[in-house]
């Protein structure tokens, strides 16, 4: 086996860890097997937490003491947490709350262990001559093949979590119960779990890159988080661009979060949001495409600004909640998450050197969820400044004033941008 077929291995790994058949049901799926719903926001919160802490050292460890073992390991992860809920007992009160929180701690550190490794290790495998360029493709077929992989896991997902459903295609002697049809999406993923775990452990890691010692790797990988970290905060082209790419980031995400009660403020089925996601799916699948010849045309500073603008767009287009006719800014705004992942992913690995490729992507992540979080937690301070009643009135609010928020923050920063960085080559 070869490193050049690492990008290959990136491309279908990225897709059967990303695209979980049990995402349109998460919440449901945790609830019908006997949780609370203050229960299951504990979880969230232990997840999240889980992955702030170790999403760093995770990147660290992954340039001292290797990016396929951590990436072996994030597989062995996802198998695990999958096991666990498909073998949690339903209604076994503590014992099933217990271990559902090893469930979150296992999907945590997994998350954070893939974090950054997989791109680092598939970005150092293409060759030098040209890389940038290669680069733009292996990003638009992963990108691609996730697309697709999560518009079948969408439907399949929601599909086959419903026994009525599951049963119409069965023989009647097969009938199965809605207990056993709540455990299918997971069987599932933890199938694609399994041939990550085939596919990682097929990769090839550069041997410049190879350690024997993790004692001597774990003391390396403190010593390359400050260092990192300085370098990113304080190397003007890298600042500008996680400062200018959280800045976007943590407002269209924080919409992503919470499309399904938009969809209900615009008066859409609950049976569409299913399918919503798959067309969501369905309009990456292009946006690659686009996004490569928009980074080859302008630089990053421009495509951020383009970025920046549809966004604007979008944010001004929903605020109204239009019935029905509001989902369409909501997914022109939701497709710039695509657009700013590949710029960021370009222009990040552009700027950084193959010892700390994967430590820097993983401060990058690190900066963007304590901004995500910090404005989630804005968004909902104003969400409770404003009467409840009557319904909706309170989204309708909040989603007004992040405009102006947006467009001062966002545009502020890139005028920032474009000074620093003429600065720089002046």
Request: aromatic share 12%; with cysteine; net charge positive.
């Amino acid at each position: 086996m070869e490193m050049a077929g690492n990008p290959g291995r990136y491309v279908w790994f990225v897709a059967l860890y990303n695209a979980r058949a049990y995402y349109p049901v998460l919440a449901i799926l945790f609830l019908d097997l006997g949780l609370t719903l203050d229960q299951y926001v504990m979880l969230n919160l232990i997840w999240a937490a889980t992955i702030f802490l170790f999403e760093v050292p995770s990147g660290a460890l992954a340039d001292t003491f290797g990016r396929k073992k951590l990436l072996v390991a994030a597989s062995l992860l996802m198998v695990a947490e999958m096991s666990c809920l498909l073998f949690a007992p339903k209604d076994g009160g503590w014992l099933l709350y217990s271990i559902c929180v090893v469930n979150r701690l296992l999907s945590g550190l997994s998350e954070a262990a893939a974090s950054g490794a997989d791109e680092a290790l598939a970005y150092d495998s293409l060759p030098e001559k040209n890389r940038e360029e290669a680069w733009d493709a292996v990003l638009a077929r992963a990108m691609r093949l996730r697309s697709v992989a999560y518009v079948f896991a969408m439907i399949l997902g929601g599909l086959m979590y419903d026994p009525a459903v599951v049963n119409r295609v069965l023989p009647e002697s097969w009938a199965i119960s809605a207990s056993f049809a709540h455990r299918l999406p997971v069987a599932l993923v933890l199938v694609q779990a399994l041939f990550c775990v085939v596919i990682t452990l097929r990769m090839v890691e550069p041997k410049k890159l190879c350690h024997d010692s993790l004692g001597k790797a774990c003391g390396g990988a403190l010593k390359l988080i400050l260092s990192t970290a300085k370098w990113v905060f304080t190397n003007p082209a890298t600042l500008v661009i996680v400062v200018i790419g959280m800045a976007i980031d943590c407002v269209v995400r924080n919409f992503a979060t919470i499309n399904s009660s938009y969809y209900r403020l615009i008066e859409l089925p609950e049976w569409s949001f299913g399918f919503i996601g798959a067309a969501l799916g369905l309009m990456g699948y292009v946006v690659p495409t686009v996004a490569a010849k928009m980074n080859q045309r302008f630089g990053t500073l421009a495509c951020f600004g383009i970025i920046a603008c549809v966004a604007l767009v979008g944010l001004m287009g929903i605020a109204p909640a239009a019935p029905h006719w509001g989902l369409f800014p909501a997914m022109l705004l939701m497709t710039t998450l695509g657009f700013l992942g590949f710029t960021m992913s370009r222009a990040l690995n552009r700027e950084t050197d193959s010892a700390r490729r994967a430590t820097v992507l993983s401060v990058k992540g690190l900066a963007f969820n304590l901004a995500y979080g910090s404005f989630s937690l804005g968004f909902s301070l104003l969400l409770a400044s404003f009467p409840a009643e009557p319904a909706g009135e309170a989204l309708r609010g909040a989603l007004l004033w992040q405009i102006p928020f947006f467009a001062v923050t966002v545009f502020g920063l890139l005028w920032w941008g474009k000074r620093t960085l003429r600065r720089v080559t002046q």
